[in-house]
């Protein structure tokens, strides 16, 4: 008989989720193990590679492994799924995403991978990545320097100034007045700030969300804010949505874009040209998009996870 394959689930705080998926990998036969993403360990011992338990130290080392997290040892996992990184220093986020770049490359499966996360979470990243793919997004502008930001402003006229790394909608300002662009400039080159600066598309008060998980949108909803800000964060109301096939694809193709196994999808219909994706959320939550549907989310994304699992062990069968 095999053993319960133990699944990871990376996140600090952010219970909700983590019990919904905890649940349904235990449902799916799987152990669910919380791992504390604030405690990760490195631990490199002279002469033995990889990022596998060996790599610990000797029978009273210490029982992490290569790399850990609160005491568990994340090379002995079958699987990691990403819950959540909290925001921290340079140097905690460095490290973080590349311990995970480190068990992914030793062959844990990660998910997201850590390459997809890097590229979400870096909103000109994506946004460059769409572009290349041909789904259709907001004409963007990113620069360090003042001059280039306020060029950039001068060039689009009514823009989104959002931060590079930015979540929730949180800090996000319009910006259609050239002193206020002076000023915002100026208070952001004092944070040594990334300028992300955006044409603003008029969309009415409302965008869609989808949940792409494996190539396939498992649900949509529109969300209706009080003003051009959709997020849920921001107070916006969520019903849900029947994907047209157009919109269907264009999810699943930004969510491929960036190399994301499951994503949350900002779509805009844009009052003068279609539909435009905004973003691509590699760590999305969908406590208030389970509201809108009867499909089990949480079971969605563990299944995806769980063929990680079954891919990785068929893959360790000896060849017949
Ligand atoms: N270019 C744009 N024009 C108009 N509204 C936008 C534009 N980009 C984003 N928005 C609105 O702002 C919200 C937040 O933007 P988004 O890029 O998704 O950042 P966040 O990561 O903070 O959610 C979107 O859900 C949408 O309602
Ligand atoms: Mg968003």
């Known amino acids: 008989m095999t053993a319960r394959p133990r699944v990871g689930i990376l996140a600090t705080g952010d219970r909700w989720h983590v019990q919904e998926l905890g649940r349904a990998l235990e449902r799916l036969g799987c152990e669910a193990v919380a791992c504390p993403a604030t405690r990760m360990t490195g631990r490199i011992a002279p002469g033995v590679p990889g990022a596998g338990p060996a790599a610990g130290g000797g029978p009273s080392g210490p029982k992490e492994g290569a790399i850990g997290a609160g005491g568990v040892d994340l090379g002995a996992l079958e699987a990691l799924l990403v819950r959540f990184i909290p925001p921290g220093s340079l140097d905690q986020i460095v490290f973080r995403v590349d311990a995970l770049h480190a068990l992914h490359d030793g062959g844990v ?62 800090g996000i300002v319009r910006v259609t007045d050239e002193d206020l662009a002076y000023r915002v400039f100026r208070a952001l080159e004092m944070q040594r700030s990334v300028f992300y600066v955006q044409e603003f598309v008029p969309h009415g008060r409302s965008d869609l969300r989808f949940l792409v998980v494996g190539g396939r949108v498992v649900a949509a909803a529109r969300r209706t804010g009080a003003g ?77 996870v769980h063929e990680r699992v079954e891919e990785r062990r068929a893959e360790a069968l000896p060849a017949r």
């Open 228 to 304: 051009w800000k959709t997020n849920v964060a921001a107070g916006a109301e969520m019903r849900p949505h029947r994907p047209g096939p157009g919109e269907e694809e264009l999810a699943v193709r930004a969510a491929r874009a960036v190399g994301a196994d499951y994503a949350g999808v900002d779509l805009l219909e844009s009052e003068a040209g279609g539909p435009l994706v905004v973003e691509v959320n590699g760590i999305p939550g969908w406590r208030a998009l389970q509201r809108t549907t009867s499909v089990d989310l949480a079971s969605e994304v563990a299944r995806l």
């Open 109 to 170: 499966p990660v998910v997201n991978p850590p390459r997809a996360l890097e590229r979400t979470v870096d909103k000109h990243w994506t946004s460059r990545l769409l572009a290349e793919a041909g789904v259709p997004t907001p004409r963007t502008i990113a620069a360090e320097g003042f001059d280039d930001a306020l060029a950039a402003f001068r060039d689009m006229r009514d823009v989104l100034v959002k931060p590079l790394l930015g979540s929730g909608g949180r």
